[in-house]
């Protein structure tokens, strides 16, 4: 079954950090472009980040550039987000798509929530 | 950035009825658009990429059109199930952008 699953959400100060995990299955992870999304509570969806399939491309929204990393472990078919820094404004729903380099696409994760609260 | 304006951002249909959704570009995006269905609680799913390809296994009475900064989503006829809130995305250049979404209601 072809499925993206999100983990690593909660509750975390302003200021501190959290790694989000995003695994794979049920397809050759290596050769996709993969995408973080991100949906504020009752907002829409806001582009994070992608990496590209060769791992090494990886392009940020400029908000987060410089605090947030996106990695992928090919080994472990696993897509990764570290979020440093964290603000109250990146409170959200944070989903991980499967895609292009240019885009998300066609699979995408059930979402894990960021809490960013004192 | 390129901005991507939806209108309308609600609207009320019955079932049956033909609903269009369209979204403006703010620069030319040639057909690097795709339209996603969000239901509450749920992630998006893709229905049309660039511009007018159906999404596998997405019915057809979904469809779009458009190229440069025009387009429009269609749903030719509402089914109950289609109470969603709909969204464009560009894919144009980076970073990707997400029009501010229609959300639609059955009348």
């Known amino acids: 079954q072809v499925q993206l699953v999100e983990s690593g959400g909660g509750v975390v100060q302003p200021g501190r950090s959290l790694r989000l995990s995003c695994a794979a299955s049920?397809?050759?992870?290596?050769?996709?472009?993969m995408h973080w999304v991100r949906q504020a509570p009752g907002k829409g969806l806001e582009w994070v980040a992608v990496?590209?399939?060769?791992?090494?491309?990886?392009y940020y929204l400029d908000s987060v550039k410089g605090r947030f990393t996106i990695s992928r472990d090919t080994s472990k078919n696993t897509l990764y987000l570290q979020m440093n820094s964290l603000r109250p404004d990146d409170t959200a729903v944070y989903y991980c798509?499967?895609?292009?380099?240019?885009?998300?696409?066609?699979?995408w994760g059930q979402g894990t929530l960021v809490t960013v609260s004192s | 950035d390129i901005q991507m304006t939806q209108s309308p951002s609600s609207l009320s249909a019955s079932v049956g009825d033909r609903v269009t959704i369209t979204c403006q570009a703010s620069?030319?995006?040639?057909?690097?658009l795709n339209w996603y269905q969000q239901k509450p609680g749920q992630a998006p799913k893709l229905l049309i990429y660039?511009?007018?390809n159906l999404e596998t296994g997405v019915p057809s009475r979904f469809s779009g059109r458009g190229s440069g900064t025009e387009f429009t989503f269609i749903i030719s006829t509402l089914q109950p199930e289609d109470i969603a809130t709909y969204y464009c995305?560009?894919?144009?250049?980076?970073?990707?952008?997400f029009g501010q979404g229609t959300r639609l209601g059955i009348k």
């Open positions: 798509a499967r895609g292009t380099n240019q885009s998300p696409r066609d699979i």
């Open positions: 049920g397809f050759s992870f290596s050769i996709y472009g």
């Open positions: 990496i590209w399939y060769e791992g090494i491309n990886k």
């Open positions: 620069q030319d995006i040639s057909n690097f």
């Open positions: 660039d511009a007018s």
């Open positions: 995305q560009h894919h144009d250049s980076l970073p990707i952008t």
